[in-house]
């Protein structure tokens, strides 16, 4: 079993004992792979493990951000790119991501003041918009 402690900074496996720096970049890694395929809870486990190992990594919080917008959910989606960009302001990915999920946002909540109205309110043209979105190089 892994046991990793932010404490020291270190992650311990069988009597081996590596930094946890080392294994961040790993666990965001694998969360990309996961989010390419589609496996959306397993690429949120693998960056939230890494949230873990690497709270400053900036990348975590993106690739949380886009697994979020991905799923719809353009509230998570707002509030990782936030983190995000708390510690890296200018990338440019993050920014245009942030910029597309309050589009989402927005629209979604113009869909929930027109429900009538059956045009895309509901932000789906936002999500598939983030879909075709390139797929970032960390």
Known sequence: AVVSTQSTGKVKEGGHEWAAATWAPLYVNLGQIYRIAKQYDQAIRCFKH???LSSDNSTVYTGLAFVYALQGEPMLAVEYCHKALDKERQDPFTIQLLEMSLSALA???VGDEAKSDKSDEDGTSAVASLRQFSTPIY
């Open 107 to 109: 629209l979604a909540s």
């Open 50 to 52: 890494a949230q873990f």
